[in-house]
């Protein structure tokens, strides 16, 4: 049984050992592993938190998931905070004597880390100040889709192609974002038709109200309408618009309902769609062609 006090011994010592002071504070090797374990446990018991808070306490409450959302990343991040000091005390370490470590990162913020602060800092602001939320339709630069999460660092944006895009949260206060759902799910789309010359305006507005009204995605309040935009050299120009909450998400779904649906609805009333006809004239006696160009 010798040998297990001398392992028991050696551990002892090696758990022990000093590894370097901070202050007048000494750190061993049983220190470094306990700041490390209880750091595990301090992630996953705030994680596992703000969980219970979106999946089970906000829901009793009908709170929307942009705001359970932006509340538990907070609430995570106020643990994360409190319990690492608490851990850095336990160990005995004077936070006074911390001033050389935010040195040392003040010397790497300014050396490499400027954009991981940034979008730090900008993350907290986008929490609370709720530019954005979790669910809400985004359009940045060329990228346009959902927001499903917002973490310290960046946001994640699903397009209708099922793809995920990270967007630095940066980019959420530094640049112009297009928030289609930012104070309600409703948002009104309008689509351009156009149609012959001698057709009867109040015909053709009567016509795309019905289609709009027969479209289960399209609401009623409020209620559809047709603008006549103006007369085109060869059509005259019509605007549906039409408000929804059903494809907020997948406008182009929309287009195309509402398109086929009208194409079938001109051609039962005999309502005609201009297009561009091409006549070529040869003269005789002469070795040259003459092109015109007239709409139908």
């Not at 050696?10 to 750091?39: A, M, P, Q, R, W």
């Not at 409450?61 to 000091?85: E, R």
């Not at 640049?175 to 012959?196: E, L, M, Y």
């Not at 935009?229 to 019509?238: A, C, E």
Request: hydrophobic share 45%; aromatic share 12%; proline share 3%.
């Amino acid at each position: 049984m010798d040998w297990v006090y001398k392992i028991l011994d050696f551990l002892g010592d090696l758990i022990n050992k000093e590894l370097f002071t901070i202050g007048v504070s000494s750190i061993t090797v049983g220190s470094i592993l306990y700041f490390f374990f209880s750091l595990v446990i301090l992630f996953f018991l705030a994680e596992r938190l703000r969980m219970v808070m979106i999946f089970r306490v906000f829901p009793r409450y009908k709170i929307s998931s942009g705001v359970s959302q932006a509340i538990a990343t907070i609430v995570k991040y106020s643990i994360l905070t409190v319990g690492f000091i608490v851990i850095i005390h336990s160990i005995g370490i004077d936070m006074s004597a911390l001033g050389i470590i935010a040195g040392a990162l003040g010397v790497g913020i300014g050396f490499g880390l400027q954009n991981i602060t940034n979008n730090f800092i900008s993350g907290i602001i986008i929490l609370f100040e709720r530019p954005i939320k979790i669910g809400d339709r985004i359009e940045v630069g060329a990228i346009v889709g959902n927001v499903v999460s917002i973490a310290a660092r960046a946001t994640t944006v699903i397009t209708n192609d099922n793809i995920a895009v990270i967007i630095p949260n940066s980019e959420f206060i530094a640049s112009k974002v297009i928030n289609w759902s930012h104070s309600d799910q409703k948002t009104r789309f309008n689509f351009p038709v156009g149609v012959h010359y001698k057709e009867d305006p109040e015909k053709v507005r009567r016509v795309l109200l019905e289609v709009a009204h027969e479209n289960s995605g399209v609401l009623q309040s409020p209620a559809p309408d047709v603008l006549f935009d103006k007369f085109n050299d060869s059509s005259l120009d019509f605007t549906l618009r039409v408000w929804t909450s059903m494809y907020v998400q997948s406008p182009s779904v929309l287009k195309s309902n509402l398109y086929y649906a009208i194409a079938k609805k001109f051609k039962e009333h005999q309502i005609e769609i201009p297009y561009p006809q091409r006549d070529l004239h040869i003269k005789s006696g002469l070795e040259r062609f003459e092109r015109t160009e007239k709409f139908n």
